[in-house]
């Protein structure tokens, strides 16, 4: 029995070296698709990258703080938006919660804002 199995294992070996040998394009193939189906490829992260993230935040950042003199309230409003939007991307690709979104504009929006900036300066992300 044990001559059978060894002769069996022997014609397998050769098999597949001849394959691989004659037919290099589609062992390749084969072994691609069978490596996926084992271990899936991970979907590429959404958004832009967390240091572009930061960049834009940093930049931003001094603009709603301390608006230069003459700007108007529309430019301060859009610059505010546009810093919370990149606060929620940032919260998102470092796997935080966000809360900022669904909050209405005032005294706590302005908290929560402060809130999620403590978030991500904790999670390691420089803000300044």
């Given at each position: ?31 691609r ?5 084992v ?54 690709a ?7 979104t ?27």
């Open positions: 029995m044990a001559g059978l199995v060894a002769i069996v294992v022997c014609t397998l070996m050769l098999g597949v070296a001849m394959a691989v040998f004659l037919c290099p394009g589609e062992m390749a193939r084969a072994y698709r069978a490596r996926t189906r271990s899936p490829v991970e979907p590429a992260p959404e958004g832009p990258p967390i240091e572009e993230l930061a960049r834009s935040l940093r930049r931003l950042r001094g603009e709603v703080l301390a608006p230069a003199p003459g700007t108007t309230m529309a430019r301060r409003r859009g610059a505010t938006a546009a810093y919370e939007d990149l606060l929620v991307a940032a919260a998102r470092l796997g935080e919660p966000d809360t900022l669904g909050v209405p504009e005032g005294t706590d929006r302005e908290a929560e804002r402060l809130r999620l900036e403590h978030v991500l300066r904790r999670a390691g992300l420089a803000l300044d």
